[in-house]
């Protein structure tokens, strides 16, 4: 009997025709409709499988761009908060001179006030 390796995909599938060829062809021997079935299911299942391995595999070679995308949007990411701290120090300095606007302001309706009593 052929032993493979449950992680495997190529063997299972490679056993799998092996008995599938061994079944159908052999003279004289008729698969009933449950084996058939079975045979079926298990082809329909390493097909999935490696689907799915496929595309588990394919994205971890996108992994590799990861660290780029991670380097490049890390720097973007510092950018904008140094252009923020930078914009925050520019709104506190405008609000300083909106109050001394407002105080000089103030101070000249003062003197106007006094100067017509």
């Given at each position: 009997?052929?032993?493979?390796?449950?992680?495997?995909?190529?063997?299972?599938?490679?056993?799998?025709?092996?008995?599938?060829?061994?079944?159908?062809?052999?003279?004289?021997?008729?698969?009933?409709?449950?084996?058939?079935?079975?045979?079926?299911?298990?082809?329909?299942?390493?097909?999935?499988?490696?689907?799915?391995?496929?595309?588990?595999?394919?994205?971890?070679?996108?992994?590799?761009?990861?660290?780029?995308?991670?380097?490049?949007?890390t720097g973007n990411v510092q950018h904008n908060y140094e252009l923020i701290k930078e914009m925050v120090q520019e709104i506190r300095d405008l609000k300083e001179e909106v109050r001394v606007?407002?105080?000089?302001?103030?101070?000249?309706?003062?003197?106007?006030?006094?100067?017509?009593?």
């Amino acid at each position: 009997m052929l032993i493979y390796n449950s992680y495997d995909f190529k063997t299972k599938h490679l056993y799998i025709s092996i008995l599938k060829s061994i079944l159908v062809y052999k003279r004289g021997f008729k698969m009933d409709q449950e084996t058939q079935q079975f045979v079926e299911n298990i082809d329909s299942w390493i097909k999935q499988i490696r689907t799915e391995f496929n595309e588990v595999k394919s994205s971890i070679g996108d992994i590799d761009n990861v660290s780029e995308f991670i380097e490049e949007h890390t720097g973007n990411v510092q950018h904008n908060y140094e252009l923020i701290k930078e914009m925050v120090q520019e709104i506190r300095d405008l609000k300083e001179e909106v109050r001394v606007l407002k105080a000089l302001k103030v101070m000249d309706i003062k003197e106007k006030l006094t100067r017509r009593n």
